[in-house]
């Protein structure tokens, strides 16, 4: 079948020009300004942006909530993400329990992530430091996965990784070609913090942030971009929130060390503010780790885009409703961290960064799509229109003006961390893989209609990205 998606202005993370888009099967087969090749399906794109569909590298679908011991939304309710414009995400496959990396990715490639409607790689994740990880690092490039989250933070709990593991795994990692991609907070010093505001009685969630201040944050980034380098190998800080850590990224780039780094939509688009309301219930919706900041980090978050010392843009989206928030309303070091966003990337940051001039179209590409396809090792099948990419494409109306409403793309769970933001242009066509899958912003795609992506080692993904300057 083939689908011809004319008259639209082509944005990629170059350029942007008109051009009329061809594609045969699954594959773009031709871009020209104006074409006139026949097609089975004809999308008019007139007065609309048409860009590579979203690629959300830091998802958790499916995976064991840190309290309540109860998973977050499976890959199910991925037909939101679709509707936001994301086309593949790559989702951290956490150990279950009693397993090794290599058996945890295999069942969730064959069983957790059946049903799902976007396309996904995976990064391993140790959530349970035992001997044998160390011998499976070498197996994850041939069942296509490149990549090994850490958790310096979460001290106490298996997921936290002591900074003799941490250094260990950077050294494998080496010799394998995988990237390792650390959560950078220093558990020690938070677990201190969160037992003195125990003590005073101080619970509120707004304790949350008072007991994750960001020099946490930043020592821990230090400190693993440190033993990146004496390992000569390297690294991605997840979920960057503060400037110290992203300065302690710049540094490193300058000195020419291969360091990457991300930041959240959560982090670019609300504030303290939100962990500081009176209301425990709506206050408890925004624990996420690291914690929200003042608005001064903000800021600082978007110059770190446009200089280019962070790359990408992702949700960390945690499906977690409020039947598992609840558990921990009296006492904030209960309640479950994290909060669902895959959804709303792509539409928030279009209009709170394109919209509101704080990045250019085709940064804004770079950092939801083509960015994360090159770091994890999926470009340009991934992450880009071009002739012999993936047709995963989205097509925004810029001339839609509404306001973030859970009602109208459901999510999985009870609330969206961004309800009621006013939206100045939206997601309202999607296609993966050639397929139409949103129709004026409403899924029409199939359930388990999502593949899983190979992705190849660091030595392509990261040099990839110096082209783009
Ligand atoms: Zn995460």
Not at 204 to 214: K, L, T
Request: glycine share 8%.
């Amino acid at each position: 079948m083939t689908t011809l998606i004319k008259n639209g202005i082509l944005i990629t993370a170059y350029n942007e020009h008109k051009g009329d888009v061809l594609i045969d099967g699954e594959k773009i087969v031709s871009i020209e300004a104006e074409s006139k090749a026949l097609a089975d399906v004809i999308i008019d794109a007139s007065g609309k942006y048409v860009m590579p569909g979203g690629v959300d590298p830091h998802t958790h679908f499916s995976a064991l909530c840190n309290v309540g011991n109860q998973d977050t939304a499976g890959y199910e309710t991925t037909d939101a993400v679709v509707v936001g414009g994301t086309t593949t995400i790559v989702d951290y496959a956490p150990q279950d329990i009693g397993k090794g990396l290599l058996d945890s990715i295999k069942y969730r490639i064959n069983v957790r992530a059946k049903d799902s409607c976007v396309d996904y790689a995976l990064h391993a994740m140790i959530t349970d430091v035992m001997d044998s990880i160390f011998d499976e690092i070498q197996e994850l490039p041939r069942i296509g996965v490149t990549s090994i989250k850490c958790f310096m933070a979460y001290n106490g709990s298996p997921l936290h990784v002591d900074d003799g593991t941490l250094y260990k795994v950077l050294q494998k990692s080496k010799e394998y070609g995988i990237t390792v991609f650390v959560h950078a907070e220093n558990g020690e010093i938070i677990h201190t913090l969160q037992q003195d505001c125990v003590k005073m009685g101080d619970l509120h969630p707004r304790y949350h942030a008072v007991s994750r201040p960001a020099f946490v944050e930043t020592e821990a980034t230090r400190r693993a971009i440190y033993l990146a380098q004496i390992a000569d190998t390297p690294i991605y800080i997840v979920h960057v929130t503060c400037k110290g850590a992203a300065d302690a990224i710049k540094e490193a780039k300058c000195r020419g060390q291969k360091v990457m780094g991300e930041t959240c939509t959560q982090y670019l688009t609300l504030d303290r503010s939100y962990l500081e309301q009176k209301d425990i219930r709506e206050a408890a919706k925004y624990i996420c780790s690291p914690a929200l900041r003042d608005l001064k980090e903000v800021d600082a978050l978007w110059d770190a885009l446009n200089e280019r010392t962070l790359n990408a843009v992702v949700s960390d989206h945690c499906g977690i409703g409020m039947n598992i928030k609840q558990y921990g309303l009296d006492n904030f070091t209960n309640i479950a961290n994290g909060a669902p966003g895959a959804a709303d990337r792509i539409n928030m940051l279009w209009t709170e960064g394109v919209t509101k001039g704080r990045i250019s179209k085709q940064t804004f590409v770079q950092i939801i799509s083509t960015n994360p396809a090159k770091i994890n090792g999926i470009y340009p099948q991934k992450g880009h229109i071009d002739i012999g990419s993936d047709a995963d494409i989205m097509i925004l109306d810029p001339s839609y003006k509404g306001t973030v409403r859970l009602a109208d793309n459901p999510n999985g769970v009870d609330y969206n961390l961004y309800e009621g933001k006013e939206l100045n242009g939206r997601v309202d066509t999607v296609l993966l893989r050639g397929k139409v899958v949103v129709e004026k912003a409403k899924f029409i795609g199939e359930f388990g209609q999502g593949r899983f992506v190979h992705s190849n080692s660091f030595g392509a993904a990261y040099h990839g990205l110096d082209d783009i300057k």
